[in-house]
């Protein structure tokens, strides 16, 4: 099978040298993109951190046959790579474990001379007339104003475009990480998001317990808790079984 993964975290950038994102290393796409280039398929990992490849025993600077990596940072770089890939490169499976922004930088402001918020209201006052802010706009924003308000706009799921408009008729999984939910909770969560994405499983945990476990699903109908050592291989081999029952049927 051909399989295209992506790892890792995206940035929002805020100006050229300050940026947004998450606490995600890219080893769980790593680790997945290993257990399925030993299990002899081809493999195209798209990761901000192609490092974690080296914990697996894969060197990013030399790859061995059947395995392409290709690097992102942004957003934006992550989601033309998708778009590429899931398009024009003829993939039997997409597992998408990438951490993605949920929001994006939207600009950065700066409160005018006499405007100022209002903590308690929650809302922004002016000494006289309306309250006005201006944009901060430079390859590094200056660090001489007393505060600085980031706007952030909510980002497309990149996720959901891999069936369309993007075409992706093989096997998708996604990944679903939530906090301060209980199992029960999680489970109902990933479900809804499995279905809303069209994802044939669906991997999810919780933070606390990343470490330890994962559900796969459904499985016979059902999720499967998973201890994480395992979840790797498990998680190939569901996959291929998937893919060999729908060859059966044509």
Known sequence: MNFFITAGNTLSMIDQVRCVTNIFSGRTGASIAQAAWGRGHRVTLTTSHPEALAEFGINFRALPERFTV???????????IMQTEVRLGNYDVVCHSAAVSDYLSAGTFTPNPGTFFNACTGEWEAQVGPPT???QKAGKIKSNEPELWLRLARAPKLVDRIRQPWGFTGILVKFKLEVGISESHLLAVADASRVQSEADFIVANTLDGAAHWAYL????????RIPRQELTERLIVTVEDRYQERVRHG
């Open 70 to 80: 290709l690097p992102y940072r942004t957003f934006e770089d992550l989601a033309a």
């Open 133 to 135: 802010l201006t944009e």
């Open 217 to 224: 699903g459904p499985l016979a109908g059902r999720y499967e």
